[in-house]
């Protein structure tokens, strides 16, 4: 099934599940407890990102060949960063390239987001994917000048700005996707495809992150994973790096779950 969050006409949010001929039946109740697709339709006057995450969660460095375009050698365990919860942008709605702390190197990172379905520690391999309630289109937008140059050797800086994690265009329930690390995963940069690729290149796959990140750690309901890029980004382009602008337009399609659009203009 296909959810979506949404503003109806009068401005109320609510959860909905999509059709294929884009009809939206009103969910009722809590889609990470009970819920119900009631027969009621509704009009979508906004999509918003499929859902408000508790806390997100990055892995980096997790496709072979993005390893190999970034000259580094493959991790031996998951690499974890952290994205603030400001960072969620709606479907449509603009990336914006900060300003008051300037970057000229905005990158773009398609990546295959898990969403936690229930509160989960110390969760094996095996059980990993029992703890999940569904897949999105995720854009892992980073400032690579401060993330690498400026960030004292962190990650988070560059990470962490306003509209840097777009999500949607829906969650993806998990009945509708076994296999997780068995899809394509591209962006479009106005159109050119320039990442065209599939998750079976992780190097650490769904229920590996989610045993890793879980152990001695709870990751509640609602706790958004993003699992790794592959290669392709802006920052790794030849001759010359090929950095976000205002104007563009950038596309994360995956495989089964949908297509996930946002220009980008300056803060």
């Not at 690390?181 to 591209?186: E, H, P, R, V, Y």
């Not at 950095?243 to 779950?257: F, M, Q, Y």
């Amino acid at each position: 099934m296909k959810i979506i969050r949404y503003l109806d006409a009068a401005g109320a949010v609510h959860f909905g599940s999509e059709q294929p001929d884009g009809t939206v039946y009103r969910i009722a109740g809590d889609i990470f407890r009970d819920y119900v697709v009631t027969p009621q339709h509704d009009h979508v006057a906004k999509r918003l990102a499929p859902i408000e995450p508790r806390q997100i969660l990055g892995v980096g460095l997790n496709y072979r060949h993005h390893a190999k375009e970034a000259g580094m050698k493959e991790p031996e365990l998951p690499v974890l960063f952290v994205k603030g919860v400001n960072t969620l942008q709606n479907p449509g709605d603009p990336i914006l390239i900060p300003t008051h702390l300037p970057s000229t190197e905005v990158d773009y990172e398609c990546e295959l987001a898990v969403v936690i379905g229930r509160n989960c520690k110390n969760v094996s391999r095996d059980d990993a994917l029992d703890h999940v309630l569904g897949y999105m289109c995720a854009n892992d937008v980073s400032a690579r000048d401060w993330q690498i140059k400026r960030g004292g050797g962190q990650w988070c800086r560059g990470k962490f700005f306003d509209t840097f994690c777009p999500l949607g265009p829906c969650l993806v329930t998990t009945d509708d996707i076994p296999d997780p690390n068995a899809l394509k995963i591209s962006t479009r940069l106005n159109g050119e495809t320039v990442q065209d690729w599939t998750t079976a290149d992780m190097i650490f796959d769904v229920p590996r992150i989610i045993e890793f990140l879980s152990a001695s750690t709870t990751l509640p309901a609602g706790t958004v994973i993003l699992t790794g890029t592959p290669h392709g980004v802006g920052m790794a382009a030849k001759p010359v790096p090929r950095w976000l602008k205002p104007g563009d337009e950038v596309t994360i399609a995956i495989e089964n779950v949908g297509e996930l659009t946002n220009p980008v203009a300056m803060e």
